[in-house]
């Protein structure tokens, strides 16, 4: 093979790589928004729009807005149990973590706040603790209890995997 013809082959693979890019781009831009249509328009779709937005591999902000937006309509614990979750694999999402993590612990169940406790890195333990208290949940408070003996700083699964003991993320759907 001469030079020429090496060149024409990488020339031909950016191109065909660049393709597939723009093909990529476009199909998010279609599933993000049919994502924002079903958001705005579907009471209580959070969970179904995480779900596509999973299936889909990615959207845009926008669509990760519309979530949120949806979530707090609705004040919808399990979505925004699952939409925190998310973001904290996805560090530059255009959400507010903090406010989704407070509709779990005032409105969630026993095991929603319970999953917080194991899922996020940091979770406000003292809020998620008060709350498990206050509901006479002898069963939480016992699996809480256990919990908190293992990790009293509530650092989360992540914390206790890397320090060698084992734990699972909960799913809530």
């Not at 949120?68 to 925004?80: K, L, S, T, V, Y």
């Not at 999402?93 to 996020?120: F, T």
């Not at 498990?132 to 914390?159: C, R, V």
């Amino acid at each position: 093979m001469n030079q020429e013809t090496v060149n024409q082959e990488v020339n031909n693979k950016e191109k065909r790589e660049q393709q597939a890019l723009e093909l990529r781009r476009e199909r998010l831009k279609a599933e993000s928004a049919r994502i924002i249509n079903v958001a705005n328009t579907e009471p209580h779709s959070a969970l179904r729009c995480i779900h596509l937005l999973s299936v889909a591999g990615g959207a845009t902000e926008a669509t990760y807005l519309a979530i949120e937006q949806r979530i707090i309509m609705d004040q919808d614990p399990a979505g925004a149990y699952h939409l925190a979750l998310l973001a904290q694999s996805t560090l530059d999402l255009p959400i507010d973590v903090r406010q989704l993590v407070e509709l779990v612990i005032a409105q969630g169940d026993n095991q929603q706040r319970l999953a917080l406790l194991k899922n996020l890195p940091l979770p406000p333990v003292d809020a998620v603790k008060a709350q498990i208290l206050a509901s006479n949940d002898n069963d939480a408070i016992a699996q809480m209890d256990t919990y908190l003996q293992a990790n009293p700083q509530g650092h989360g699964s992540e914390h206790m995997l890397s320090s060698g003991q084992s734990d699972q993320i909960v799913p809530l759907s």
